[in-house]
Protein backbone atom coordinates (compact mmCIF):
# COMPACT_ATOMS: atom_id res chain seq x y z
CA UNK A 1 0.00 0.00 0.00
CA UNK A 2 1.07 3.28 -1.19
CA UNK A 3 0.09 6.78 0.68
CA UNK A 4 1.67 9.87 -0.84
CA UNK A 5 0.51 13.30 -0.55
CA UNK A 6 2.20 17.49 -0.77
CA UNK A 7 2.98 19.21 2.56
CA UNK A 8 4.64 22.33 3.34
CA UNK A 9 6.33 22.56 -0.08
CA UNK A 10 7.26 18.87 -0.08
CA UNK A 11 6.41 15.36 -1.86
CA UNK A 12 6.18 12.63 0.56
CA UNK A 13 5.67 8.99 -0.51
CA UNK A 14 4.75 6.71 2.47
CA UNK A 15 5.30 2.93 1.86
CA UNK A 16 2.71 2.08 4.29
CA UNK A 17 3.68 -1.81 5.00
CA UNK A 18 7.48 -1.19 5.37
CA UNK A 19 7.07 2.29 6.77
CA UNK A 20 9.33 4.15 4.62
CA UNK A 21 9.35 7.22 3.79
CA UNK A 22 10.31 8.85 0.45
CA UNK A 23 10.64 12.67 -0.37
CA UNK A 24 10.84 12.60 -4.17
CA UNK A 25 10.77 15.16 -7.54
CA UNK A 26 7.54 15.63 -9.39
CA UNK A 27 8.35 13.21 -11.77
CA UNK A 28 8.85 10.25 -9.61
CA UNK A 29 5.65 11.58 -7.42
CA UNK A 30 3.44 11.36 -11.18
CA UNK A 31 4.50 8.49 -11.89
CA UNK A 32 4.19 5.99 -8.81
CA UNK A 33 0.66 6.01 -8.81
CA UNK A 34 0.68 4.61 -12.62
CA UNK A 35 3.98 2.31 -11.81
CA UNK A 36 2.51 -0.80 -10.99
CA UNK A 37 -0.28 -1.23 -13.57
CA UNK A 38 1.29 -0.38 -16.28
CA UNK A 39 4.23 -0.64 -18.57
CA UNK A 40 7.45 2.32 -19.00
CA UNK A 41 6.34 2.92 -22.96
CA UNK A 42 2.28 3.32 -21.86
CA UNK A 43 3.68 5.67 -18.84
CA UNK A 44 5.87 7.45 -21.28
CA UNK A 45 2.74 8.16 -23.24
CA UNK A 46 0.54 8.73 -20.50
CA UNK A 47 2.70 11.45 -19.21
CA UNK A 48 4.21 13.07 -22.75
CA UNK A 49 3.03 16.09 -22.68
CA UNK A 50 4.92 17.06 -18.99
CA UNK A 51 8.06 15.46 -18.86
CA UNK A 52 10.72 13.84 -21.36
CA UNK A 53 10.98 9.93 -22.17
CA UNK A 54 14.53 10.04 -21.53
CA UNK A 55 13.30 11.58 -17.92
CA UNK A 56 10.61 9.22 -17.05
CA UNK A 57 12.64 6.33 -18.07
CA UNK A 58 14.79 7.32 -15.66
CA UNK A 59 12.37 7.86 -12.98
CA UNK A 60 11.18 4.40 -13.94
CA UNK A 61 14.51 3.02 -13.04
CA UNK A 62 14.77 4.57 -9.85
CA UNK A 63 11.05 3.55 -8.70
CA UNK A 64 12.14 -0.20 -9.67
CA UNK A 65 15.36 0.20 -7.73
CA UNK A 66 13.48 0.98 -4.60
CA UNK A 67 11.19 -1.64 -5.15
CA UNK A 68 13.98 -4.15 -5.13
CA UNK A 69 15.46 -2.74 -1.88
CA UNK A 70 12.12 -3.49 -0.08
CA UNK A 71 11.17 -0.15 0.33
CA UNK A 72 8.75 0.81 -2.04
CA UNK A 73 5.46 -1.70 -3.11
CA UNK A 74 6.08 -3.75 -0.08
CA UNK A 75 3.42 -6.64 0.57
CA UNK A 76 1.46 -6.78 4.18
CA UNK A 77 3.44 -9.91 6.40
CA UNK A 78 1.33 -8.67 9.33
CA UNK A 79 -1.88 -10.00 8.30
CA UNK A 80 -0.72 -13.14 8.43
CA UNK A 81 0.82 -13.45 11.92
CA UNK A 82 -1.47 -11.16 13.68
CA UNK A 83 -3.72 -14.59 14.82
CA UNK A 84 -0.66 -16.02 16.20
CA UNK A 85 -0.12 -13.03 18.34
CA UNK A 86 -3.91 -12.74 19.84
CA UNK A 87 -3.56 -16.72 20.58
CA UNK A 88 -0.50 -16.16 22.65
CA UNK A 89 -1.99 -13.23 24.12
CA UNK A 90 -5.24 -14.64 24.83
CA UNK A 91 -3.23 -17.34 26.57
CA UNK A 92 -0.75 -15.39 28.26
CA UNK A 93 -3.82 -13.06 29.68
CA UNK A 94 -1.15 -10.42 31.15
CA UNK A 95 -2.33 -6.93 32.57
CA UNK A 96 0.60 -4.63 32.95
CA UNK A 97 -1.20 -2.01 33.55
CA UNK A 98 -4.05 -0.38 35.27
CA UNK A 99 -5.84 3.18 35.56
CA UNK A 100 -7.18 3.57 39.65
CA UNK A 101 -9.90 6.05 39.73
CA UNK A 102 -8.73 7.84 43.24
CA UNK A 103 -11.73 9.73 43.05
CA UNK A 104 -15.08 9.96 41.24
CA UNK A 105 -15.54 13.61 42.70
CA UNK A 106 -14.11 16.64 41.11
CA UNK A 107 -13.80 20.25 41.94
CA UNK A 108 -14.03 21.99 38.62
CA UNK A 109 -17.31 21.79 36.44
CA UNK A 110 -15.22 21.29 32.79
CA UNK A 111 -17.96 21.51 30.47
CA UNK A 112 -17.19 18.50 27.94
CA UNK A 113 -16.09 15.90 30.74
CA UNK A 114 -16.69 12.58 29.94
CA UNK A 115 -17.05 12.18 33.81
CA UNK A 116 -19.64 14.18 34.48
CA UNK A 117 -17.67 15.88 36.74
CA UNK A 118 -16.25 12.82 38.15
CA UNK A 119 -19.46 10.97 38.75
CA UNK A 120 -19.37 8.75 35.55
CA UNK A 121 -22.70 7.78 35.02
CA UNK A 122 -23.16 7.28 38.57
CA UNK A 123 -22.54 8.32 42.11
CA UNK A 124 -19.50 10.01 44.05
CA UNK A 125 -17.22 8.43 45.35
CA UNK A 126 -13.29 8.23 46.72
CA UNK A 127 -11.40 5.24 46.54
CA UNK A 128 -10.15 3.74 49.92
CA UNK A 129 -6.99 2.29 50.38
CA UNK A 130 -7.82 -1.28 50.46
CA UNK A 131 -9.37 -1.28 47.10
CA UNK A 132 -6.25 0.46 45.90
CA UNK A 133 -4.01 -1.80 47.09
CA UNK A 134 -6.11 -4.60 46.36
CA UNK A 135 -5.95 -3.43 42.56
CA UNK A 136 -2.21 -3.41 42.98
CA UNK A 137 -2.38 -7.09 44.55
CA UNK A 138 -4.85 -7.97 40.92
CA UNK A 139 -2.04 -6.60 39.13
CA UNK A 140 1.08 -8.15 40.67
CA UNK A 141 -1.21 -11.33 40.44
CA UNK A 142 -1.57 -10.66 36.61
CA UNK A 143 1.67 -9.60 35.58
CA UNK A 144 3.36 -12.91 34.98
CA UNK A 145 6.75 -12.34 34.26
CA UNK A 146 6.74 -8.44 33.45
CA UNK A 147 8.61 -6.71 35.92
CA UNK A 148 7.91 -2.98 34.71
CA UNK A 149 4.06 -2.55 35.71
CA UNK A 150 1.86 1.10 35.14
CA UNK A 151 -0.33 2.67 37.63
CA UNK A 152 -2.19 5.77 36.84
CA UNK A 153 -3.83 7.73 39.53
CA UNK A 154 -6.87 9.25 37.43
CA UNK A 155 -10.33 10.58 38.82
CA UNK A 156 -12.31 12.91 38.74
CA UNK A 157 -9.81 14.94 40.47
CA UNK A 158 -7.22 12.19 42.09
CA UNK A 159 -5.48 15.14 44.44
CA UNK A 160 -9.07 15.24 46.28
CA UNK A 161 -7.97 11.91 47.56
CA UNK A 162 -3.91 12.78 48.09
CA UNK A 163 -3.55 10.86 51.36
CA UNK A 164 -4.95 7.47 49.57
CA UNK A 165 -2.53 8.13 46.75
CA UNK A 166 -0.04 8.31 49.25
CA UNK A 167 -0.74 4.84 51.02
CA UNK A 168 -0.98 3.59 48.18
CA UNK A 169 2.10 4.25 46.57
CA UNK A 170 3.94 3.72 49.85
CA UNK A 171 2.29 -0.28 49.24
CA UNK A 172 3.28 -0.49 46.06
CA UNK A 173 6.71 0.42 46.86
CA UNK A 174 7.27 -2.83 49.31
CA UNK A 175 5.37 -5.18 46.48
CA UNK A 176 8.03 -3.97 44.80
CA UNK A 177 10.53 -5.78 47.08
CA UNK A 178 8.54 -8.88 47.64
CA UNK A 179 7.69 -9.50 43.69
CA UNK A 180 10.44 -8.25 41.51
CA UNK A 181 8.39 -5.71 40.23
CA UNK A 182 8.50 -2.14 39.23
CA UNK A 183 5.85 0.68 39.76
CA UNK A 184 5.78 3.25 37.73
CA UNK A 185 2.98 5.77 38.69
CA UNK A 186 1.71 8.75 36.93
CA UNK A 187 -0.69 11.15 38.23
CA UNK A 188 -3.20 13.52 36.18
CA UNK A 189 -4.26 16.53 38.16
CA UNK A 190 -6.23 19.96 37.31
CA UNK A 191 -4.07 21.53 39.53
CA UNK A 192 -6.29 22.87 41.70
CA UNK A 193 -5.06 21.32 45.22
CA UNK A 194 -1.54 21.28 43.76
CA UNK A 195 1.07 22.60 46.32
CA UNK A 196 4.40 22.03 47.00
CA UNK A 197 4.25 18.77 49.32
CA UNK A 198 2.24 17.48 47.01
CA UNK A 199 4.94 18.29 44.01
CA UNK A 200 7.50 17.38 45.92
CA UNK A 201 5.54 13.50 46.67
CA UNK A 202 4.80 13.55 42.83
CA UNK A 203 8.34 14.12 41.56
CA UNK A 204 9.78 11.69 43.84
CA UNK A 205 7.24 9.03 43.40
CA UNK A 206 5.43 9.50 39.94
CA UNK A 207 7.88 8.94 36.61
CA UNK A 208 5.15 10.91 34.68
CA UNK A 209 2.73 14.14 35.29
CA UNK A 210 -0.25 14.77 33.27
CA UNK A 211 -1.60 18.79 33.94
CA UNK A 212 -5.06 19.66 32.57
CA UNK A 213 -4.91 23.33 31.00
CA UNK A 214 -6.71 24.24 27.73
CA UNK A 215 -4.46 26.94 26.25
CA UNK A 216 -4.88 30.58 26.12
CA UNK A 217 -6.67 31.99 29.51
CA UNK A 218 -10.05 33.04 27.73
CA UNK A 219 -10.56 29.53 26.40
CA UNK A 220 -9.31 27.78 29.27
CA UNK A 221 -11.80 29.38 31.53
CA UNK A 222 -14.42 28.80 29.41
CA UNK A 223 -14.31 25.61 29.18
CA UNK A 224 -12.66 24.46 32.67
CA UNK A 225 -14.26 26.72 35.31
CA UNK A 226 -15.33 25.86 38.93
CA UNK A 227 -18.46 25.08 39.95
CA UNK A 228 -19.63 28.27 40.73
CA UNK A 229 -18.98 29.43 37.03
CA UNK A 230 -15.45 31.41 38.08
CA UNK A 231 -12.19 30.50 35.76
CA UNK A 232 -9.36 28.49 37.32
CA UNK A 233 -6.60 29.60 34.81
CA UNK A 234 -4.73 31.94 36.29
CA UNK A 235 -5.12 29.54 40.02
CA UNK A 236 -3.52 26.59 38.19
CA UNK A 237 -1.29 28.26 35.53
CA UNK A 238 1.68 29.43 37.88
CA UNK A 239 1.29 26.13 39.68
CA UNK A 240 1.76 24.22 36.35
CA UNK A 241 4.99 26.12 35.26
CA UNK A 242 6.60 25.74 38.41
CA UNK A 243 5.83 21.76 38.03
CA UNK A 244 7.52 21.57 34.53
CA UNK A 245 10.30 23.34 35.72
CA UNK A 246 11.10 21.24 38.58
CA UNK A 247 11.04 18.24 36.59
CA UNK A 248 13.41 19.80 34.09
CA UNK A 249 10.97 20.31 31.62
CA UNK A 250 10.69 16.08 31.17
CA UNK A 251 8.69 13.16 32.31
CA UNK A 252 5.30 15.59 32.31
CA UNK A 253 2.60 16.80 29.52
CA UNK A 254 0.17 19.55 29.82
CA UNK A 255 -2.73 18.06 28.25
CA UNK A 256 -5.57 20.25 26.86
CA UNK A 257 -8.79 19.76 25.03
CA UNK A 258 -9.33 21.63 21.81
CA UNK A 259 -13.10 22.33 20.65
CA UNK A 260 -15.75 24.12 18.56
CA UNK A 261 -14.98 27.37 20.57
CA UNK A 262 -11.44 27.43 19.81
CA UNK A 263 -11.05 25.70 16.02
CA UNK A 264 -7.97 28.10 16.22
CA UNK A 265 -6.40 25.78 18.96
CA UNK A 266 -2.75 26.15 17.22
CA UNK A 267 -3.05 29.63 18.96
CA UNK A 268 -3.24 27.29 22.22
CA UNK A 269 -0.33 25.36 21.70
CA UNK A 270 2.05 28.00 20.99
CA UNK A 271 0.35 29.99 23.96
CA UNK A 272 1.82 26.78 26.34
CA UNK A 273 4.89 27.15 24.39
CA UNK A 274 5.62 30.48 25.02
CA UNK A 275 4.90 30.39 28.69
CA UNK A 276 8.34 27.45 28.65
CA UNK A 277 6.62 24.36 28.12
CA UNK A 278 7.85 21.81 26.16
CA UNK A 279 5.98 18.73 26.41
CA UNK A 280 2.04 19.44 24.81
CA UNK A 281 -0.59 17.86 24.10
CA UNK A 282 -3.96 19.19 22.89
CA UNK A 283 -6.89 16.62 22.16
CA UNK A 284 -9.94 17.08 19.35
CA UNK A 285 -12.86 16.58 21.82
CA UNK A 286 -15.37 13.80 21.10
CA UNK A 287 -18.56 14.91 21.84
CA UNK A 288 -22.05 14.23 20.23
CA UNK A 289 -23.10 16.99 17.63
CA UNK A 290 -26.07 17.53 19.79
CA UNK A 291 -23.55 19.84 22.38
CA UNK A 292 -22.41 22.96 20.78
CA UNK A 293 -19.01 22.94 21.47
CA UNK A 294 -18.37 19.09 19.55
CA UNK A 295 -16.57 19.19 16.31
CA UNK A 296 -18.23 18.63 13.34
CA UNK A 297 -17.25 17.36 9.84
CA UNK A 298 -17.62 20.77 8.22
CA UNK A 299 -14.95 21.85 10.89
CA UNK A 300 -12.67 19.22 9.34
CA UNK A 301 -10.67 21.75 6.63
CA UNK A 302 -10.02 24.16 9.37
CA UNK A 303 -8.31 22.22 11.79
CA UNK A 304 -6.41 20.47 9.35
CA UNK A 305 -5.01 24.57 8.29
CA UNK A 306 -4.63 24.59 12.31
CA UNK A 307 -2.26 21.54 12.07
CA UNK A 308 -0.27 22.63 9.05
CA UNK A 309 0.34 26.15 10.51
CA UNK A 310 1.49 24.32 13.76
CA UNK A 311 3.78 22.33 11.88
CA UNK A 312 5.16 24.75 9.96
CA UNK A 313 5.89 26.64 12.80
CA UNK A 314 7.48 24.30 15.20
CA UNK A 315 10.20 23.37 12.29
CA UNK A 316 11.06 27.48 12.59
CA UNK A 317 10.86 27.00 16.65
CA UNK A 318 13.32 23.75 16.42
CA UNK A 319 15.54 25.22 14.18
CA UNK A 320 16.14 28.13 16.42
CA UNK A 321 17.21 26.35 19.07
CA UNK A 322 13.20 27.08 21.01
CA UNK A 323 11.39 23.71 19.86
CA UNK A 324 9.53 21.69 22.15
CA UNK A 325 7.52 18.30 21.97
CA UNK A 326 3.56 17.94 20.38
CA UNK A 327 2.14 15.00 21.64
CA UNK A 328 0.53 14.09 18.29
CA UNK A 329 3.25 14.59 16.04
CA UNK A 330 5.41 12.96 17.96
CA UNK A 331 6.55 9.36 15.46
CA UNK A 332 9.48 7.07 14.99
CA UNK A 333 10.26 6.34 11.64
CA UNK A 334 13.23 3.70 12.47
CA UNK A 335 11.34 2.11 15.50
CA UNK A 336 8.24 2.52 17.48
CA UNK A 337 5.84 -0.16 19.30
CA UNK A 338 6.31 -3.51 18.97
CA UNK A 339 4.66 -4.99 15.82
CA UNK A 340 1.57 -6.56 17.93
CA UNK A 341 1.07 -2.75 19.46
CA UNK A 342 0.96 -1.36 15.77
CA UNK A 343 -1.91 -4.07 15.36
CA UNK A 344 -3.79 -3.87 18.39
CA UNK A 345 -3.49 -0.65 19.95
CA UNK A 346 -3.39 0.33 23.56
CA UNK A 347 -4.26 -2.80 24.96
CA UNK A 348 -7.42 -1.67 26.63
CA UNK A 349 -9.75 -5.04 28.07
CA UNK A 350 -6.41 -6.97 27.92
CA UNK A 351 -3.80 -5.32 28.94
CA UNK A 352 -5.00 -2.65 30.75
CA UNK A 353 -7.61 -2.23 33.40
CA UNK A 354 -9.84 0.68 35.06
CA UNK A 355 -10.91 0.50 38.76
CA UNK A 356 -13.84 2.30 40.37
CA UNK A 357 -13.23 3.88 43.69
CA UNK A 358 -15.33 0.31 44.81
CA UNK A 359 -12.94 -1.94 43.11
CA UNK A 360 -15.04 -2.91 39.35
CA UNK A 361 -12.93 -3.42 36.47
CA UNK A 362 -13.84 -1.90 33.00
CA UNK A 363 -11.67 -2.23 29.82
CA UNK A 364 -10.80 1.48 30.18
CA UNK A 365 -11.41 5.08 32.11
CA UNK A 366 -13.65 5.88 29.32
CA UNK A 367 -15.52 3.18 29.74
CA UNK A 368 -16.44 3.16 33.09
CA UNK A 369 -19.69 3.92 33.82
CA UNK A 370 -21.65 1.25 31.01
CA UNK A 371 -22.31 -1.78 33.13
CA UNK A 372 -22.11 -3.96 30.52
CA UNK A 373 -18.65 -3.59 30.30
CA UNK A 374 -17.88 -4.45 33.96
CA UNK A 375 -15.37 -7.19 33.46
CA UNK A 376 -14.94 -8.43 37.06
CA UNK A 377 -13.44 -6.27 40.76
CA UNK A 378 -10.31 -6.61 42.19
CA UNK A 379 -11.17 -8.95 44.80
CA UNK A 380 -12.51 -12.00 42.27
CA UNK A 381 -10.73 -11.21 39.57
CA UNK A 382 -12.20 -11.04 35.63
CA UNK A 383 -15.66 -12.84 35.88
CA UNK A 384 -16.95 -11.61 32.55
CA UNK A 385 -13.87 -13.23 30.00
CA UNK A 386 -16.02 -12.87 26.94
CA UNK A 387 -15.40 -9.16 27.57
CA UNK A 388 -11.82 -9.70 27.11
CA UNK A 389 -12.04 -11.72 24.56
CA UNK A 390 -13.53 -9.32 22.05
CA UNK A 391 -11.04 -6.65 22.91
CA UNK A 392 -8.36 -9.33 22.31
CA UNK A 393 -9.32 -9.75 19.37
CA UNK A 394 -10.35 -6.24 17.91
CA UNK A 395 -7.04 -4.99 15.64
CA UNK A 396 -6.90 -3.41 12.75
CA UNK A 397 -7.83 -6.40 10.05
CA UNK A 398 -11.20 -6.40 11.93
CA UNK A 399 -11.99 -2.88 11.21
CA UNK A 400 -13.58 -2.49 7.90
CA UNK A 401 -12.39 1.33 7.72
CA UNK A 402 -9.08 0.27 8.63
CA UNK A 403 -7.83 -2.35 6.06
CA UNK A 404 -6.87 -0.06 3.17
CA UNK A 405 -5.87 3.15 5.28
CA UNK A 406 -2.85 4.28 5.25
CA UNK A 407 -2.51 4.96 9.00
CA UNK A 408 -3.55 1.71 10.54
CA UNK A 409 -0.22 1.42 11.62
CA UNK A 410 0.56 4.44 13.44
CA UNK A 411 -3.09 4.38 15.12
CA UNK A 412 -3.29 1.25 15.74
CA UNK A 413 -7.43 0.90 15.38
CA UNK A 414 -8.26 3.97 17.18
CA UNK A 415 -10.12 4.28 20.73
CA UNK A 416 -12.02 1.45 21.26
CA UNK A 417 -14.38 3.66 23.58
CA UNK A 418 -15.01 6.42 21.06
CA UNK A 419 -15.63 3.96 18.60
CA UNK A 420 -18.44 2.41 20.98
CA UNK A 421 -19.95 5.43 21.98
CA UNK A 422 -20.69 6.59 18.54
CA UNK A 423 -21.32 3.63 16.65
CA UNK A 424 -22.31 0.95 19.24
CA UNK A 425 -19.35 -1.40 18.16
CA UNK A 426 -15.45 -1.26 19.15
CA UNK A 427 -14.78 -2.43 15.81
CA UNK A 428 -16.24 0.62 14.03
CA UNK A 429 -13.55 3.50 14.22
CA UNK A 430 -15.22 6.97 14.78
CA UNK A 431 -14.61 8.98 11.74
CA UNK A 432 -13.56 12.25 13.06
CA UNK A 433 -11.33 10.86 14.73
CA UNK A 434 -10.03 8.83 12.39
CA UNK A 435 -9.93 12.28 9.81
CA UNK A 436 -7.71 13.61 12.41
CA UNK A 437 -5.36 11.43 12.94
CA UNK A 438 -4.64 10.53 9.21
CA UNK A 439 -3.42 14.33 8.96
CA UNK A 440 -1.76 14.44 12.13
CA UNK A 441 0.57 11.64 10.80
CA UNK A 442 0.86 13.28 7.37
CA UNK A 443 1.99 16.44 9.36
CA UNK A 444 4.66 14.57 11.76
CA UNK A 445 6.08 12.53 8.87
CA UNK A 446 7.12 16.31 6.73
CA UNK A 447 8.23 17.43 10.21
CA UNK A 448 10.57 14.41 10.26
CA UNK A 449 11.30 15.23 6.62
CA UNK A 450 11.88 18.90 7.13
CA UNK A 451 14.12 18.66 9.73
CA UNK A 452 16.14 15.62 7.94
CA UNK A 453 17.44 18.34 5.48
Not at 331 to 350: A, E, F, H, M, N
Amino acid sequence: MIHQYKNNGYNIVLDVNSGSVHVVDEIVYDIIPLFQDNTVETIKDMLSDKYSAENIEEACGEIQALKDDGVLFTDDIYETCIEQFTEQKAKDNIVKAMCLHIAHDCNLACKYCFAEEGEYHGRRALMSAEVGKKALDFLVANSGMRRNLEVDFFGGEPLMNFDVVKEIVRYGRELEKTNDKKFRFTMTTNGVLLNDEILDFVNKECGNLVLSVDGRKEIHDKMRPFRNGTGSYDLIMPKFQKAAESRNQTDYYVRGTFTRNNLDFSKDVLDLADKGFKQISMEPVVADESEDYALRMEDLPEIYDEYDKLAVEMIKREREGRGFNFFHFMIDLTGGPCVYKRLSGCGCGTEYLAVTPWGDLYPCHQFVGHEEFIMGNVWEGIKSPDIRKGFNYSNVYTKDKCRDCFCKFYCSGGCAANAYNFNGDINEPYDIACRLQQKRVECAIMIKCALAE
